[in-house]
C-alpha cells in the first residue's frame, strides 16, 4: 500500500513538473510562436491539437491581442471541421458578447446563427433572433443579402411561408444584383409550392428558369416545375421541360440521367395513356 502511494505520488510530481515545463516553454516562446503553431497543427488536419494550443494560449496569455483570433479559430475548427455546433457556440458565444470591437465580431455572429440553425427549432428560433439583430447592424451589402437569404430558408422550415417571402422579396428589391437573387427567385416559387399554391409556383418557377437560365437556381426551378407538370398528369409539358433540363448538363451528370430516367418513364406513361 505504501509503495503505491509513493508511485503516486512520484506521478503527480513528474506531471507538475511537465506542467510548469510547459508553461515555461509558453513564457519562452511567447503567444505569436504557439498561435503558428496552432495553424501549423490546423493545417496538418490535427484539429484537437490545434485547439488545445489555442485553449493554451487563452489561458497563459489572456490579454494578448491574438486571444480573439485564438477563440474564433477554436470555434471555427469546432464548427466546420470537428462538426461540433454545441462546442462551436460556446466559444462564438464567449468571443461575441466579450470582443465587440473585433474584427472578428461579425463572423463570430454569423458562425454563431449558422451553428444554431443546424440544430433543432429552439436552436433555430435562436438563429432569427441573432440574424434580425445582425441587420440592425452597418453591414456590407453582402453581409445583408446572406443574412436575409438565411433568414428566409429557417422561415421555410418553420412552415412561415409569407414571413418567407418577405424576406426573400426584400433581398430581391434592395439587392437586385445579388450573387442570392435566383435562389430568392426559387425560394419563393418553393415557399409557394409547399403551401400548395400551385398555380403562383408555376409562374415563378417559370419566371426563375428563364430569368436565369443556366444557373443552378434556374434548374432546381426546372425540376420543380417538371414535377409540378407530372403531379397533374401534364406529361408532354413535364418531357419538354426534363428535355431543356438536359440540354443544359452533361451527360456525366446525375441529374442529366435522372432527367433521361424521367423522360423515358413519362414517354411510356404517355403512350399507355393515348392507348386508353
Known amino acids: 500500500m505504501m509503495m503505491k502511494n509513493q508511485k503516486l505520488k512520484f506521478f503527480r510530481l513528474v506531471f ?6 510547459f508553461l515555461a516553454s509558453c513564457q519562452q516562446g511567447g503567444p505569436k510562436l504557439m498561435y503558428d503553431q496552432a495553424i501549423q497543427l490546423w493545417g496538418e488536419r490535427k484539429y484537437e491539437d490545434s485547439i488545445q494550443n489555442l485553449i493554451a494560449l487563452t ?11 485564438s477563440i474564433f479559430w477554436i470555434a471555427n475548427i469546432y464548427q466546420l471541421y470537428l462538426k461540433n455546433p454545441a ?26 446563427a449558422d451553428a444554431y440553425s443546424q440544430q433543432e427549432k429552439e436552436g433555430q428560433q435562436k438563429a432569427v433572433l441573432i440574424y434580425h439583430k445582425l441587420q440592425e447592424k452597418p453591414l456590407k451589402p453582402e453581409q445583408f443579402e446572406k443574412i436575409q437569404a438565411q433568414l428566409a430558408q429557417l422561415y421555410i422550415g418553420f412552415g412561415q411561408f409569407e414571413q418567407a417571402r418577405v424576406e426573400l422579396k426584400k433581398l430581391i428589391i434592395d439587392f437586385p444584383d445579388s450573387k442570392f437573387t435566383a435562389k430568392a427567385y ?3 416559387g418553393y415557399s409557394y409550392y409547399l403551401s400548395s399554391q400551385l398555380p403562383l409556383a ?18 432546381d426551378s426546372a425540376l420543380s416545375l417538371a414535377d409540378i407538370y407530372e403531379g397533374q398528369d401534364r406529361l408532354s409539358e413535364a418531357i419538354q421541360v426534363y428535355q431543356s433540363i438536359l440540354s443544359r448538363l452533361d451527360q456525366k451528370e446525375i441529374i442529366f440521367q435522372l432527367a433521361s430516367n424521367r423522360i423515358a418513364k413519362l414517354k411510356t406513361r404517355l403512350k399507355q395513356t393515348n392507348k386508353g
Open 16 to 21: 507538475s513538473l511537465l506542467v510548469v515545463s
Open 59 to 69: 489561458k497563459a496569455y489572456p490579454d494578448d491581442e491574438l486571444v480573439d483570433d
Open 87 to 112: 462546442q462551436a457556440i460556446r466559444y462564438y458565444r464567449s468571443l461575441t458578447k466579450g470582443f465587440e470591437d473585433s474584427e472578428y465580431y461579425y463572423p463570430s455572429m454569423m458562425g454563431l
Open 186 to 188: 426559387h425560394l419563393i
Open 202 to 219: 408555376e409562374l415563378t418557377f417559370k419566371e426563375t428558369d428563364n430569368k436565369f437560365n443556366h444557373s443552378i437556381a434556374s434548374l
